[in-house]
């Protein structure tokens, strides 16, 4: 059997890629099941709801396993246990990770705004077609990691697959569905502060330092207001029970097309000179900020240096 499965703390790109991932490698001779390593978060629930998808299994332990590897290529976001497991494939659009294998693999990696982006052209490339319901998804999960076509991350190939997912599905106005999503996105209310932190977060080694960073994006900050605080007490607490030397909380507005980041850390000067800004309060505004990929890990990964 093999697994398709995205990191840790799985995003849409993640959940629904490691299902299309399974449904061709079962088409293609191989039986595959796609599982997750996290709790499925309230926009992927949004899409296997609307379009009939079984959300994958939860699995932890994959030593022994085949494993293809969905939307990340390092061991800080795979599964404890990666080492011990029979890495088959990786498909992904980060930078490289560090991962090594014994065995030749299959490696789908570009520079594109989402993992679904280029599984899209893995069904294109052996000539299998996707079900409309399937479609649908990864064009959701596109529209997700691109922000709507808003983030730096984007490229042309992404709005040219999302449009042609678009037209598998049946779907005219897929702009709409973006929309409905970060709305879903968006909703906070009897959410606690711990389960808003981790809901996006990923770990990352910077020169030995271990920086922690989440994202919530949604379509007003405004719904932050009363859980600012809340926040920033979080993260903190977060930081100091991970042994961290900074965890960073971005609040993304995709409507105002920037970031209010929550700031915990030993390092803030390190924090500061990564973007020539001041840290009042223990956060800052980073204008024209949406992508984590690329505007807060490149900056702050030199600082450490």
């Keep these: 059997m093999l697994y398709t499965c995205g990191h840790k703390t799985p995003d849409s790109d993640s959940i629904i890629g490691a299902i299309a991932m399974a449904y061709l490698q079962n088409q293609l001779g191989v039986e595959a099941k796609a599982v997750r390593q996290g709790q499925i978060n309230p926009e992927s629930k949004y899409i296997l709801e609307k379009f009939d998808l079984e959300a994958p299994e939860l699995k ?7 494993l293809f590897m969905v939307d990340y290529n390092n061991y800080t976001e795979g599964p404890d246990d990666l080492k011990d497991a029979n890495i088959v494939g990786i498909v992904d659009h980060h930078k490289l990770g560090g991962i090594v294998t014994s065995s030749p693999l299959e490696v ?17 490339y052996h000539n299998i077609q996707i079900p409309q319901n399937l479609a ?4 959701c999960a596109i529209l997700s990691d691109t922000v709507i076509f808003k983030s730096p991350t984007c490229t042309k190939i992404d709005t040219k697959i999302c449009k042609e997912l678009a037209t598998i599905a049946g779907i005219e106005d897929f702009k709409s569905i973006g929309m409905e999503m970060f709305k879903v996105k968006s909703a906070v209310d009897g959410v606690s502060a711990r389960e808003l932190v981790l809901r996006d ?3 990352f080694d910077m020169y030995g330092k271990k920086v922690g960073i989440g994202q919530l994006e949604v379509v007003d900050l405004s719904i932050f207001d009363e859980k600012k605080d809340e926040l920033i007490a979080d993260i903190k607490a977060l930081k100091k029970e991970e042994g961290a030397d900074t965890i960073l909380l971005l609040l993304t507005d995709i409507m105002a097309m920037g970031s209010q980041i929550l700031v915990a850390t030993d390092s803030l000067d390190v924090i500061e000179k990564a973007w020539d800004i001041k840290v009042e309060n223990d956060q800052f505004w980073l204008k024209g900020c949406l992508s984590r990929k690329k505007q807060i890990v490149p900056f702050l990964e030199p600082a450490y240096k």
Excluded: H, L, Q, Y
Aim: glycine share 10%.
């Design 60 to 66: 932890t332990s994959f030593a022994g396993d085949d």
């Design 136 to 139: 649908g998804a990864m064009m």
């Design 108 to 124: 789908w990696i570009r520079p594109v705004g989402c993992s679904n982006t280029i599984i899209k052209e893995m069904f294109d």
């Design 201 to 203: 977060f990923k770990n």
